[in-house]
């Protein structure tokens, strides 16, 4: 289960730290993600943690503005995000991904 919080209502240029809970599965070993959806608009990705070497990523929309992070010791993932402007209006959601270990995929020319 995961469970979403620190949602609210905020002037342009503020600050918002969502967090997210989670129960029930390994945290450590899930790639955590933070994804939004605003009325009208199409699901957007907008962040992801890493579960072996923290690793981010961001969209172009939030990078410089939001920062998402994990604390395993709480089975936490948070996005810090900062600088919010009106088009950060949505539903913001947490996923926990299970990440497996890969294929090599190689085109060659």
């Known amino acids: 289960d995961l469970v979403e919080s620190g949602g609210g209502l905020v002037q342009a240029g503020g600050s918002l730290r969502l967090s997210c809970v989670a129960s029930?599965?390994?945290?450590?070993?899930?790639?955590m993600g933070w994804f939004r959806q605003a009325p009208g608009k199409e699901r957007e990705g907008i962040s992801s943690?890493?579960?072996?070497?923290?690793?981010?990523v961001y969209a172009d929309s939030v990078k410089g503005r939001f920062t998402i992070s994990r604390d395993n010791a709480k089975n936490t993932a948070y996005l810090q995000m900062n600088d919010l402007k009106p088009e950060d209006t949505a539903v913001y959601y947490c996923?926990?991904?299970?990440r497996g270990q890969g294929t090599q995929v190689t085109v060659s020319s």
């Open positions: 943690i890493n579960s072996d070497d923290d690793a981010t």
């Open positions: 996923a926990a991904t299970l």
């Open positions: 029930g599965l390994p945290f450590k070993d899930y790639v």
